[in-house]
């Protein structure tokens, strides 16, 4: 009988320990469980339609990766997405607590309150994705100092390159103009894993070559993208401006991964080879390189994207709100 009790009082002592433990730290799915990795997506471009591609992006993400997403645009006076309003974003302070941002802006000029939520992150140590027009996120005329320091400087050196010429629109989303190949030497990469030749619609950036070159001592092109058609080679001008250029590469700032594309078009999402070398390319830069498999991640779309095309003016989708993407 004394046995038996004893079993009774250590059974009693551990269900109070057990119940201590919760009412003082929380169940083990709360507060003792790590947070989950956070990604922040911040849009804001007047041409690409990135309030369209970065939601649906960030829903592959979130499939694929197991992570938590977040989309930020920048909003009108009425809540409503406005990508030609290029002085405010909503909702950077996001920024603060999140583990990994991807950038896509054109051209913003964003008050100091704003920025600094996105320089703060850059210089944090945290990892950076980057797609096309952030190679010119920034773009501030009145405000000297924040010219000098944000307009070329800032994504020289975070990203890799400023803005500096493409070869030429021709009928923007009516057909390819970039014929894109992995890197030779880079073929074992995992971010190109599953990734082979593909075309996409975004025209091709100059970043390398003539008079300009890739930034960054462990800069590393992934991938070429040769021009389908060219305004400066009606021009006689491809000793400046070449027709193969680096279209995705890996770097370093501050000491965190960077991954960066020149492509970006809201057609080019489209394209299962690039929403795959995405998906990868945010995976390596979370340090997830051996999760990705051999064949990439599964870049099926999740829902509808069916985007707008490129261009200016009042060419994005109106009277949008950010939950309606």
């Given amino acids: 009988m004394k046995y038996y009790s004893n079993i009774f009082l250590v059974s009693l002592a551990i269900s109070i320990l057990m119940l201590l ?25 007047e041409e690409y339609r990135s309030e369209e591609s970065m939601p649906m992006l960030a829903r592959l993400v979130e499939r694929e990766l197991g992570v938590e997403t977040r989309v930020l645009f920048s909003v009108d006076s009425n809540g409503y997405v406005d990508p030609n309003r290029t002085d405010h974003i909503q909702g950077l302070a996001a920024l603060d607590s999140a583990d990994l941002m991807v950038l896509f802006t054109r051209f913003r000029n964003l008050p100091a309150v704003e920025r600094k939520h996105i320089t703060d992150f850059a210089e944090s140590g945290k990892p950076i994705v980057g797609f ?15 010219a000098a320091s944000m307009n070329n400087e800032w994504p020289t050196k975070v990203f890799g390159q400023q803005w500096i010429t493409h070869h030429g629109h021709f009928a923007d989303g009516h057909g390819k103009l970039t014929a894109v190949t992995p890197v030779e030497a880079q073929m074992n990469h995992p971010i190109l894993n599953g990734v082979d030749t593909f075309s996409t619609y975004s025209w091709l950036y100059h970043v390398d070559g003539g008079d300009w070159s890739l930034s960054g001592e ?20 491809l000793d400046q401006f070449p027709p193969v250029q680096p279209v995705a590469w890996t770097k ?9 594309t020149t492509l970006g078009h809201p057609f080019d999402f489209k394209v299962a080879a690039f929403r795959k070398m995405t998906i990868n390319g945010i995976a390596w830069a979370m340090g997830q390189e051996n999760d990705i498999p051999e064949t990439g991640f599964d870049a099926e779309i999740t829902g509808d994207y069916a985007p707008n095309n490129s261009g200016f003016g009042k060419k994005y989708k109106t009277g949008m709100r950010p939950e309606d993407f």
Avoid: W
């Avoid at 433990?21 to 471009?45: K, M, W």
């Avoid at 190679?135 to 924040?146: G, K, L, M, V």
């Avoid at 370093?252 to 960066?260: I, M």
């Fill in 21 to 45: 433990q919760h009412c003082y730290f929380g169940s083990p799915n709360t507060l003792t469980e790590a947070q989950p990795y956070r990604i922040v997506f911040v849009t804001g471009d």
């Fill in 218 to 237: 462990d800069t590393a092109p992934l991938l070429h993208g040769k021009t389908l058609r060219s305004k400066h080679e009606m021009e006689g001008r």
């Fill in 252 to 260: 370093t700032y501050a000491g965190a991964r960077v991954f960066f």
């Fill in 132 to 146: 096309r027009t952030s190679t010119h996120a920034f773009f501030y005329e009145e405000d000297s100092i924040a």
